[in-house]
């Protein structure tokens, strides 16, 4: 199997972390695209993923797999341990919901921050809307508050115990960096969170 990723962003990231996770990192070839070069939108990536998305899975039957959580669910079935999914239909549901809710209700809202306004992100977000900025910046850091609050009184984001959300949850936070916002260190719950997702070996 080939994974193409881009280190630091983080839909590549995320799956990076997830097959960490499994301690099953060592079974894929990695071969790395940069988003800032645009290399994701050569003609020759393009074959490998048509939409230019990064991450993509090619296996070795030569089938071709986007978005980083369809990934990740490959990679459940094959390395079913540890499992990160939900080993029945109530934690499977609880798991999908709370990262559903960092992918769409956290990292959206951030991502719609960041490429509108940063510079950085200026060549690909054209044009850069100011206003998108505020509205996108006003609901992640609502949603980081949120989180605080739930993580009040758990210990992990769903079903009780280490998922795929946190991977989630920890990669977004990481990531908000390139805003000089940093959610865990703003709010104590998600701080003491964060710090317990390090100890598991990510990186911080």
């Known amino acids: ?21 499994k301690g099953k990192l060592d079974a894929v070839d990695l ?3 940069s988003i800032m070069k645009q290399e994701h939108k050569t003609p020759e990536y393009r074959e490998v993923s048509p939409f230019a998305q990064v991450p993509a899975l090619v296996l070795d039957d030569g089938t071709k797999i986007t978005e980083s959580r369809a990934i990740c669910t490959y990679f459940e079935g094959i390395f079913p341990e540890p499992n990160l999914m939900g080993a029945d239909p109530k934690e499977k549901a609880l798991i999908e919901m709370w990262d559903r809710r960092v992918e769409m209700m956290f990292f959206v809202q951030f991502a719609t921050w960041f490429r509108n306004a940063h510079p950085m992100m200026a060549p690909l977000e054209v044009p850069q809307s100011a206003e998108a900025a505020a509205k996108g910046e006003k609901a992640a850091k609502k949603m980081a508050e949120r989180f605080d ?7 992990f984001l769903a ?4 998922s795929i959300a946190d991977i989630t949850l920890f990669i977004a936070c990481g990531f908000c960096r ?10 104590a719950n998600l701080g003491r969170w964060y710090e317990a997702m390090k100890a598991r070996g990510f990186a911080g």
């Not at 079903?159 to 280490?162: D, H, S, T, V």
């Open 31 to 33: 071969e790395e695209v």
């Open 159 to 162: 079903a009780g115990r280490f």
């Open 178 to 187: 390139v805003m000089k916002y940093e959610p865990h260190k703003e709010h």
């Open 149 to 155: 609050a739930h993580l009040a009184d758990n210990e």
């Open 1 to 21: 199997m080939k994974l193409y990723h881009s280190p630091q962003a983080p839909n590549p990231d995320r799956v990076v972390y997830f097959l960490r996770a």
